[in-house]
């Protein structure tokens, strides 16, 4: 099982950005799926963006595209979530969660959450309306 651990939440005002971090505590980040999922109060959990460590093809929500940006540095395990133009509807809990995958993804081999192995805790997104 690996250890996953977001950061990098926060307060930010309507417009602004924010970019958070998952740090994968492996060896090596091979042949994986890592997706950003977020949830809010009330609400069900989310698929927000996804990216295969494989070839580092990406998958995003259509309430996120060309606001928000997901990459990887595989030296480091790690992926980012750039989050740009926020508004309070993204306001949430957002979470890390990996599972071992070969090949490229779309949004749609993104979900569902249950397809995912490995979670972090959560890190909480606030943009006041």
């Known amino acids: 099982q690996l250890q996953v651990v977001e950061s990098g939440g926060g307060s930010v005002q309507p417009g602004g950005s924010m970019r958070l971090t998952c740090t994968i505590f492996t060896a090596v980040l091979d042949y994986y799926a890592i997706a950003w999922f977020r949830q809010a109060p009330g609400k069900e959990r989310e698929a927000v963006s996804c990216i295969s460590t494989t070839d580092t093809s990406t998958g995003y929500a259509n309430s996120v595209k060309g606001r928000f940006t997901i990459s990887i540095d595989n030296a480091a395990s790690r992926v980012y979530l750039q989050m740009n133009n926020l508004t309070a509807e993204d306001s949430a809990n957002y979470y890390c969660?990996?599972?071992?995958?070969?090949?490229?993804?779309?949004?749609?081999?993104?979900?569902?959450?249950?397809?995912?192995?490995?979670w972090g805790r959560g890190t909480q997104v606030t943009v006041p309306a």
């Open positions: 969660a990996v599972v071992r995958h070969h090949g490229p993804l779309t949004f749609t081999l993104c979900q569902p959450p249950s397809a995912y192995s490995d």
